[in-house]
């Protein structure tokens, strides 16, 4: 008894700790997330800046493998931008067996050319051919061997001529300010190395031609349980660790970057599907390793609105790649892990991802299991039990409806009463099935990788 | 009971508490949220009545037709530059710069003073639409560190009425950080007044830095070619890369005949980038001698000197394109003549 006494006392101190951590997130997330959004509002009343072009040449790299249903419309998005005369659009095509390369190639006339690209960063699957786009040279198509999204990403660097870039995801539309925003809170972060953008959910929303019509709540739950969960990451999430300048993870789907530093590194890791995280962690690293004054830093306002899955299956296929790839790049850098010379990085963003963000699914899995068996030989004490359940749902719950609250008062992305009702339902639904789903997803996933199980290269989740 | 457990019973009870709260406040917020917007757009209408009116009965701007709940200087900058964009007919500059010095001003120099950054923002963006001599003191005072938004707007402010010391105090911002920093505020130059044209040369003249020699060159890009008497030929020739890619920019904008043998001699130089601003330049400047000089760089080792050679090439002589076949025969002439990324960069 005493033992089942400590575990449920582990579990729920568990809980606190990290409750703890999300409200500390939150409340750091708060001053950049209000003035942000002021400065948006500020804005609209200063023409010289609400008419500035964009300011600097940028390239976006597209990664693409067998998406032929959304690359138009994300090229297409790039080039609704503000500024898009000054963005460069490469698209690398990662070796698909759809209609993409054939689809991108008739769609912008391609024509092959005879380019040398530089071999600064490894590329590890064969370039075949480089075209650039008849009546719009900002538009290059890099036709490769299959060798996964970091391999793609790496070959489009390599072709990159600009000191900044954006990654972006195939099935990814931008805001037709959204490059503008990032470049904008680049250039006024002193020493950026990387901005991150935030993601909105695509599913559900009404669009053409890459410019998204009607933003919607999308009617399958999961989707839109999905868009509560991408609104709390992005809102405070990312914010919040941008401003304890101890982020180690943005969406690859839409980051800017500066080209010099992740060419510095080598580039994206080409074993890693969790891409996005790995760089950033390293860049981390190269910041306190190097001790040069760099941020990394975070623009909420700066909107693309990205594809998920819309079933269990691709959502476990996807959260199970994510959860494997977050811990092998932990691992990679593991020396980052309490040391003093990574400052905020050592001492709390990797214990907190390590033992929180990629920990809880394991840990709360285990709380399950030995629930089970406690409740199987009778020995399960259901007021402990209840509490704990009232304390993790009363957490996740009150993130949610904290984050749908901070998106009334800024960054409303949901306009309508319906699209609000909806996301209201959703995070409290979320709590309700999906929450659970994803701690015994992500608990096998870590199990695989412990047993030497490594998330396949190719597929892009 | 257990410690532990009590403790858990206290959170649950103040995460409940919490989630109530929370559900309360977005509803409130929902609600607030729509009658404000609805309040805003009603009272911007109201005062855009007002101002019709005051223009088609051709009177001055009274200030006692706009009572206290219009005293809002977003409010007010928006309704201005709303109608900006629709054209009215011609009092409405009179009738602005009433508005401005009568009502927005004064708004702002109380706001400007407040120590919240938000009341700064906007206090600031009235200063970028008009500006007194005894507002200068008031806009000095911000600081980038501690309102960048601000700061912004003062910038603007100083250029757009040419205060010296904000310009100066800008440019040497500008130069003491990164050059894609640099980038997005040396474009506010663009437009300025002579006043603040007369600022920069003079500042580029008396200067020794390197660093604020650079930002003074890219600066006087955005105005029309202005002659300075100094020795650009000493930048040219200078280690710095910055610099020197700068003087060479400035000296292809302000004098053609100088500039087009010294842009043809760094064709041959060993750092790619001033090929390619020596190429653009003199693709610009529509310099046909130097074509037989620029088709050595068709087969240069970086290729958007050699992308841009070609697109020169064909635009400077009318037989350009057998030059570049004859050349670089590998090289798509199609693809060619187009704009290419290293424009956009140079």
Known sequence: MQFITGLYSFIMWYIIILDLMYVLLLVASLKSIFLGYIESKVIEVVPTIRDLPLLHPVTVIIPVYNGEDLILESIYSVLNSKGHEKINITIVNDGSTDGTLQKVIETFEMQ??????????????????????????????????????????????????????????????????????????????????????????????????????????????????????????????????????????????????????????????YKNVAQDFEIITHLQALRSEKHFESRLGFAPGAVAWTSVPDTLKDYWYQRTNWQMGSIHSLILHKNIFFNPKYGVIGFITYPFFLLGEIGCGFIISIGYIIGAICWGIDLVDYYWVSIILLVSFGLSLSLSLATFFLSLITYSRYKGFKAKLGLFFAAILENFGLRQFLVVCEAIATVRYMFGQRPPIVPYA | MHPVLK??????????????????????????????????????????????????????????????????????????????????????????????????????????????????????????????????????????????????????????????????????????????????????????????????????AQTEDVSIRATCYDIMLQFPPIKIKIDVMRDINSDDLTLKLSALKYIAYVDREAAIPLLIKQLASDIYQVRLVSIHRLYLLDAKEAVQSIAQCLNDEDLSVRRSAAKAIIHLDKDGKEIVRSIAPDLNLELANMKYVADMIW
């Not at chain 1, 650039?132 to 060798?147: F, P, T, V, W």
């Not at chain 2, 900058?77 to 009502?103: C, G, N, S, V, Y």
Request: aromatic share 10%; with cysteine.
């Open chain 1, 112 to 269: 092959e050319i005879n380019a040398r690209i530089t071999d600064r960063i490894s590329v590890v699957n064969k370039v075949k051919k480089i075209y650039l786009a008849k009546h719009n040279a900002n538009i290059m198509l890099i036709d490769k061997e299959n060798g996964g999204k970091s391999d793609a990403l790496n070959a489009g660097l390599n072709l990159c001529r600009t000191d900044l870039f954006v990654t972006l995801d195939h099935d990814t539309l931008v805001a037709p300010d959204a490059i503008f925003t990032l470049m904008y809170v680049f250039l006024r972060n002193k020493n950026a190395i990387a901005i991150g953008g935030s993601l909105s959910i695509l599913n559900g929303c009404k669009h053409k031609e890459g410019k998204i019509i009607e933003e919607r709540i999308s009617k399958n739950p999961l989707c839109a349980i999905q868009a509560v969960e991408y609104l709390r990451s992005f809102l405070f999430g990312r914010a919040g660790w941008a401003e304890l300048k101890g982020s180690l993870c943005y969406a690859g789907a839409f980051t800017l970057f500066d080209y010099n530093y992740v060419a510095e590194i080598g580039g994206f890791d």
């Open chain 2, 7 to 204: 403790f858990g019973v206290e959170i649950a009870i103040a995460e409940a508490i919490i989630i109530v709260i929370l559900i309360i406040a977005s509803i409130v917020a929902s609600i607030l949220s729509y009658i404000s917007e609805n309040i805003e757009n009603k009272r911007m209408r109201k005062i855009e009545y007002i101002l019709l009116k005051l223009l088609q009965k051709h009177k001055k701007f009274n200030k006692k037709l706009f009572p206290k709940k219009f005293h809002n200087v977003r409010l007010l900058l928006k309704t201005i530059l709303a109608f900006d964009a629709q054209r009215p007919p011609h009092p409405w500059h009179e009738l602005r710069a009433e508005m401005l010095e009568q009502l927005v001003l004064p708004l702002a120099r109380k706001k400007i003073k407040s120590i919240s950054a938000i009341t700064q923002i906007y206090a600031t963006a009235a200063f970028v639409l008009k500006t007194d001599t005894k507002d200068v003191p008031s806009l000095e005072k911000i600081q980038y560190k501690k309102s960048p938004l601000a700061y912004l707007n003062c910038c603007i402010a100083g250029i757009n009425f040419g205060i010296k010391s904000i310009v100066i105090s800008l440019i040497k911002l500008l130069s003491s950080t990164s050059w894609l920093y640099q980038t997005g505020y040396s474009f506010l130059f663009h437009g300025a007044p002579k006043a603040t044209h007369h600022i920069v040369a003079e500042l580029l």
